[in-house]
């Protein structure tokens, strides 16, 4: 599913809600749903955009430890089992 709008771009649409009279001016200007706009209230409020960016760079790392992480335990998982069985 493509999105529509970058995370930067959410930002600043929510930077605009909280200068604007009502929730509903924004909702309609952008044309998008109470839920996404409260979810992404939830998840981005309070942010700048180089927080966005940042927490967006960090998420990147996260997932390539993990991916290192796992890579690892497979190839140690691998080791112990040719090191119990009996030659």
């Known amino acids: 599913m493509k999105k529509r709008f970058t995370e930067e771009q959410i930002v ?3 930077q605009e809600a ?7 001016e924004i909702i309609r200007k952008y044309n998008i ?3 996404t706009f409260y979810r992404w209230k939830k998840l981005y409020g309070g942010m700048g955009v180089s927080e966005v960016k940042r927490l967006k760079e ?3 790392e996260n997932a390539k430890l993990k991916k290192l992480l796992a ?3 497979l190839v140690n998982e691998a080791l112990k089992e040719v090191v119990e069985k009996k030659w």
């Open 71 to 73: 890579e690892q335990m």
């Open 33 to 35: 749903s109470d839920t």
């Open 12 to 14: 600043r649409i929510l």
């Open 58 to 60: 960090l998420e990147r």
């Open 18 to 24: 909280e200068r604007a009279q009502t929730d509903q």
